[in-house]
């Protein structure tokens, strides 16, 4: 997988998608921070793979 500067894996803009079927968050995503931020970046993340999978999401 393509790496920044940072060595943050390449997502798509505005995305946790890497490429079809690959999603990253937390410190592979924007590099190292909090773990508050780990977690809300999970949970992000967990919403664009379920609406990638089923075609929508109910996850708030």
Known sequence: M???QR???VTQPNSFQVKD???TAGDCHRGQS???W???E???CAK???AYL???TNME
Do not use: C
Request: hydrophobic share 40%; no cysteine; proline share 0%.
């Open 2 to 4: 393509e790496t920044t």
């Open 48 to 50: 664009e793979v379920d």
């Open 34 to 36: 909090l773990v508050v």
């Open 7 to 9: 060595n943050t894996i």
């Open 38 to 40: 780990a977690i809300h």
């Open 42 to 44: 999970g949970k992000e």
């Open 54 to 56: 089923m075609g929508y």
């Open 21 to 23: 079927k690959y999603f």
